[in-house]
């Protein structure tokens, strides 16, 4: 059974980093992209970073680029996820996701909050 658990998420001032974690277990992800989604109340969940398990391709989304760095650890089997530079509207639940590079398998953790204030 595949589990992504998250956690590094907080109460942080506006300016301040967090680094949040994703640890897989169940199965390893040689085929799998790992991504970040976020959602804040009252809004749709959205697209955060990704990252191909294999190679190591980054994507990001524009209100993030040149703030958060996605990261992965194959001995740990674990996706990081540093934020810098945070502000109020990147206050949300952050949640994992992996899925396949063809997409027809997902799996998502659970979430982790990350509260930003001004």
């Known amino acids: 059974q595949v589990q992504l658990v998250e956690s590094g998420g907080g109460l942080v001032q506006a300016g301040g980093s967090l680094r949040l974690s994703c640890a897989g277990s169940g199965r390893t992800f040689s085929n799998y992209v790992m991504g970040w989604f976020r959602q804040a109340p009252g809004k749709e969940r959205e697209f955060v970073a990704s990252i191909t398990w294999s190679g190591g391709s980054t994507a990001y989304a524009d209100s993030v680029k040149g703030r958060f760095t996605i990261s992965r650890d194959k001995d740990k089997n674990t996706v990081y996820l540093q934020m810098t530079s945070l502000k109020p509207e990147d206050t949300a639940v952050y949640y994992c996701?992996?899925?396949?590079?063809?997409?027809?398998?997902?799996?998502w953790g659970q979430g982790t909050q990350v509260t930003v204030s001004s």
């Open positions: 996701k992996a899925r396949t590079v063809l997409g027809a398998t997902a799996y």
